[in-house]
Structures are given as C-alpha cells and as structure tokens.
Nanobody, 124 residues
C-alpha cells in the first residue's frame, strides 16, 4: 500500500522560510517522479514543483521559481521542498504526489498517489 506523508507545515511570517518533507512507503521510490502541488481556499489545486526519478531534472511553477527548491533522497525515500522568501499568497495546503511519467508542466491527472497534505500559512 502506497503511503505519502507530508510534514513541516506551519505558520510563518512573510519573508520567512519553511522546509516541507514527504516520506514515501509501499513503492519503489526511485521509479517515480515526485511533485508538490498546493491548494489555497476556494482555488484549484496547482502545480508547484517536480523532480525526476534520479533528481537530475526539476521544474517549477513561475510563481515559486527562485524561491523554492525541490529535492529528493532515494536512499531514504523522501522528498523535500525548501521554501524561502515566503509570501502571503503561498498560503495553501501542500501535497506531495507521485507518477511514473515525466512532464515539464505536470497536471493533476498525471499523478497516481497523493499525500494528505500539510498546511502552510504565511502571515503578512
């Protein structure tokens, strides 16, 4: 049974930093592309960042480029999202997701498994 568990969310002031983690189990981690999505209240779930099987390729949404960094550790079956220079508009529930397919701009329907999400709140 595939499980994805996010952690690291919380409340932070604008300009601050948070580091999210996603721990995966029940799958061959290195065989999957990983990604972060987020969903703000009243909005659609949107793509944030993705990382390839080995970690050699990454892609980011324009809204987070230069501020967020995605990474993975295949030995530990974990993925992380380092978020710097946070803005109030980054407030959302952040989800990790996995897929066997690579896409430069992933869409939600491409992903096979999802975590339960972790809340990030950025105060102004």
């Amino acid at each position: 049974q595939v499980q994805l568990v996010e952690s690291g969310g919380g409340l932070v002031q604008a300009g601050g930093s948070l580091r999210l983690s996603c721990a995966a189990s029940g799958l061959t981690f290195s065989s999957y592309v990983m990604a972060w999505f987020r969903q703000a209240p009243g909005k659609e779930r949107e793509f944030v960042a993705t990382i390839s099987w080995s970690g050699g390729s990454t892609r980011y949404a324009d809204s987070v480029k230069g501020r967020f960094t995605i990474s993975r550790d295949n030995a530990k079956n974990t993925m992380a999202l380092q978020m710097n220079s946070l803005l109030p508009e980054d407030t959302a529930v952040y989800y990790c997701a996995v897929t066997s397919k690579w896409a430069a701009t992933p869409i939600r329907g491409l992903f096979d498994y999802w975590g339960q999400g972790t809340q990030v709140t950025v105060s102004s």
